[in-house]
């Protein structure tokens, strides 16, 4: 029950942003449930104006990843390579973020493929 509530609220939730930094510079992450990870510039933006994409990837594109339990998380995208973000405090919430959307992910997935 305590997982399909986790699930539940993925599904509601969609996405999380944090600010981070990256390669020294103020950054944003946005870890969405459909489209995976995104990184923004950190500085503000007209309203009418998106902020400009550093780098996207999808969850297929994920190989490994790793905390130090303080404040570093590593995002290994395989050939594009590894990331290193500064979460400016314990990377553990944004990694049970990520583990639960993809395991809501791949439940939702095994319920479409048992599905008449």
Known sequence: MLVQGAHSAALLVKEVNCAVRWQGRDVKLNVHYDSGFTLYEGKPVPEDRKPEIIWQFPYERLRMSGDD???????????DGEQELDLHGSPKPLVFI??????AKISRLKLTACSP
Request: glycine residues 12%; proline residues 0%; neutral net charge.
């Open 69 to 79: 339990g303080h404040r570093l998380l590593w995002l290994d995208f395989g050939q």
């Open 98 to 103: 990520v583990h639960t959307f993809l395991s």
